[in-house]
């Protein structure tokens, strides 16, 4: 994998949580027109889009169930992204993967992102 999740755990329902996403290798860039994406994938389901962000100008994008909640960011300077998920639900829990798209314009197609991680795994329970 070219991308590395970090910060996966057991929380509590309203608990919260910070996940990572740097790269796997000092030789993989992201430039300036990609956009990283946080997905995820709950058991028996199929992935689904939480966040995106675009590394030139910031923009966000975010699903509709996770707005308010999450926060996605990334820091140029470190190749890194992040997410952070407050109020978390039990419909939170799944293995989080971090994506990299060079096209920014597809930022919600998760078919569009070639670069992967092998994803954290978030577990919302009490």
């Known amino acids: 994998a070219h991308l590395v999740e970090s910060g996966g755990a057991l929380v509590q329902p309203g608990g919260s949580l910070g996940l990572a996403c740097t790269p796997n290798s000092p030789t993989f860039i992201i430039y300036a027109n990609d956009v990283m994406g946080w997905f995820r994938q709950a058991p028996g389901k199929e992935r689904e889009f939480v966040a995106a962000v675009t590394w030139r100008n910031n923009k966000k994008y975010y699903a509709d169930g996770v707005k308010g909640r999450f926060t996605i960011s990334r820091v140029n300077a470190e190749n890194a992204v992040y997410l952070q998920m407050n109020n978390l639900t039990p419909e939170d829990t799944a293995t989080y993967y971090c994506?990299?798209?060079?096209?920014?314009?597809?930022?919600?197609?998760?078919?569009?992102?070639?670069?992967w991680g092998q994803g954290t795994q978030v577990i919302v329970s009490s």
């Open positions: 994506a990299r798209n060079p096209d920014a314009f597809t930022w919600k197609d998760g078919s569009k992102y070639p670069d």
